[in-house]
């Protein structure tokens, strides 16, 4: 039996409704595809770019908080150290002629600095000793001058005064960190030390004698001639007869006697603020009642005058009308 092989034919009209449909679902396709895909080009030019909206009343501080980064656990309720710009300023001075009145405190409060700022940059020694017509340095703000040593970097000195490098850098406008010794650097916020300012107010008391020999001090001890304990109102400093005594603070000669059965020959010095101090024992007075005598001037010389046992000079200091103990005052 003959194989005969049945031939399928498709109607041409079918085929054309095939090939309709294909493109309808090609063209359906194409249109909803920004819906398939919301990330196509089609989409991204329907769509708004995003933008960053902050509120209009932030301001710069405001806005610095929102961009530091969130605290971790434990660390809530610290709070950073504002920056202190004023510490990067630049150092400026005026020039201003004292007049009649001045004095360094007055300037000082008036220009809103401390006393140790006007008394270092304009290398007072002593503050009573300014005069009408000195022409004044009056900076932009409160420091010190330190002149460069031997052997200083600004690392040391910043170290040294408790400031960082970069602030004495904007303070004295430097490009470099390279120093020259006998430099003079400001240093802003930086203070006089104590017994500096001490001396250039005046309220610093010297030695009398120097290079002399303490001997006794202030307070009870047993008497030398009797041996009964009694109260010694101030310090015995000895050495060779003639030794030069001085005015341990400026101040005006208020006494000056010769007592044989006690002090000898002794001077009395008044001194600002409720201050005398007293020289016994001399060999020899060089000063008058009423004279003006500056620290450190020559008021007579050591002796053994009066009611001593030896070459010396007792040294007192009053305060209200009270003995103290010298040595709280002496440097």
Do not use: W
């Amino acid at each position: 039996m003959a194989n005969t092989a049945a031939a399928v034919q498709i109607d041409p009209a079918t085929r054309v409704q095939e090939f309709i449909l294909l493109c309808a679902t090609a063209i359906a396709l194409m249109a909803l595809r920004p819906v398939l895909a919301p990330d196509s080009a089609v989409m991204r030019i329907a769509l708004p770019a995003a933008t960053l909206s902050l509120p209009t009343d932030v301001g710069r501080e405001a806005l610095f908080a929102a961009l530091m980064p969130e605290r971790r656990d434990g660390e809530a309720g610290k709070e950073s150290a504002p920056v202190d710009l004023n510490r990067f300023q630049r150092l400026e001075i005026r020039e201003y002629r004292l007049a009649p009145g001045d004095t360094l405190s007055g300037l000082a409060q008036h220009n809103g600095l401390r006393i140790d700022t006007l008394a270092s940059l304009n290398q007072i020694n002593d503050a009573r000793r300014i005069r009408v017509g000195d022409t004044f340095r009056i900076p932009n703000r409160d420091g010190v001058l330190h002149t460069v040593a031997r052997g200083e970097a600004l690392s040391s000195i910043a170290t040294r005064y408790s400031t960082s490098v970069n602030a004495l850098l904007d303070a004295n406008d430097l490009s470099s960190s390279t120093l020259t010794v006998g430099q003079t650097l400001f240093v802003p916020d930086a203070r006089m030390n104590r017994t500096d300012l001490q001396r250039v107010l005046g309220e610093l008391f010297i030695y009398p004698v120097m290079n002399a020999r303490f001997t006794s001090g202030f307070g009870m001890r047993n008497d030398p001639f009797t041996g009964i304990r009694r109260f010694h109102n101030g310090i015995d400093l000895a050495g060779p007869i003639g030794m030069p005594v001085r005015a341990a603070r400026a101040g005006r000669v208020v006494h000056v006697e010769n007592q044989t059965a006690n002090y000898g020959k002794f001077v009395i010095v008044r001194h600002d603020g409720g201050y005398q101090t007293l020289y016994a024992h001399l060999d020899s007075f060089s000063v008058r009642v009423g004279q003006n005598v500056n620290q450190g001037q020559q008021i007579g010389t050591l002796g053994n005058t009066g009611r001593s046992t030896g070459p010396h000079v007792h040294f007192s200091v009053i305060r209200n009308g009270s003995f103290v103990d010298p040595m709280r005052y002496l440097q």
